[in-house]
């Protein structure tokens, strides 16, 4: 690989522990329409936009409904996500990922965030970390969801970076293909088996620094 000169992050399950109010407040919608919702079902929402979850629960369910029916039910599962996470603060900053963070801006890597959250911002003020990134990809500036490379080549646009140049720090099967697909290199956050499209996989970013990041991507 060239030089890397920017890295661009996915927010949910990457920097901070949200995924686990996204499954909360999915699990209380399908109780409230009559039926379960597991973690494993959880796990095909990972990096998907809420319009398209609110169909995978649906069709988990066997239910469908109009279009008007479903922007209420999309919109009653933002807000309990939203209650939940507007108490959020530092403490669910997930481990490595401050220092990771840190460690870029040191060395003169740029950072953006690249994340299909309409919540981004929320989450990124009340934890602390606004003012790591270079530039904020998020829900809000998107037209279409990962695996569409969109928010990543964005992000990149905003970051003045070539693809060539970025590497993509993602925990879903959606966001590894996105990266791929914006000709990025990527690096999975999680397991190797559900992320084996991905050029490194690692637990978590106490795993990661600079050197380790260069080091990976010398040769790809």
């Known amino acids: 690989m060239k030089e890397v000169k920017a890295c661009l992050f996915d927010?949910?399950?990457?920097?901070?522990?949200?995924?686990?109010?996204?499954?909360?407040?999915?699990?209380?919608?399908?109780?409230?329409?009559?039926?379960q919702f597991t973690e494993q079902d959880n796990e095909r929402l990972k990096g998907v936009s809420r319009v398209a979850s609110l169909n995978i629960l649906l069709e988990i369910g066997g239910l469908s409904f109009t279009e008007e029916e479903k922007e209420k039910l999309a919109e009653k599962k933002n807000n309990r996500y939203v209650e939940y996470i507007s108490t959020m603060d530092s403490s669910e900053i997930l481990p490595g990922s401050l220092d990771f963070l840190k460690d870029c801006r040191a060395h003169g890597i740029k950072v953006a965030l690249g994340s299909a959250s309409k919540n981004a911002m929320m989450i990124l003020n009340n934890t602390g970390l606004t003012s790591y990134f270079d530039a904020i990809i998020d829900g809000t500036h998107t037209s279409v969801a990962k695996p569409d490379p969109e928010v990543f080549l964005l992000g990149a646009k905003a970051l003045e970076t070539a693809p060539e140049h970025c590497v993509v720090f993602e925990d879903a099967e959606a966001g590894i293909e996105a990266a791929i697909r914006a000709g990025m290199v990527s690096v999975g956050i999680g397991s190797p088996e559900t992320l084996a499209a991905a050029n490194v996989v690692i637990p978590s970013l106490q795993q990661m620094n600079v050197a380790r990041l260069r080091e990976s991507f010398a040769s790809v």
């Not at 209380?28 to 039926?35: C, I, K, V």
């Open 11 to 35: 927010l949910d399950g990457v920097l901070v522990d949200t995924a686990k109010y996204h499954y909360i407040a999915w699990k209380e919608l399908a109780n409230d329409l009559g039926f």
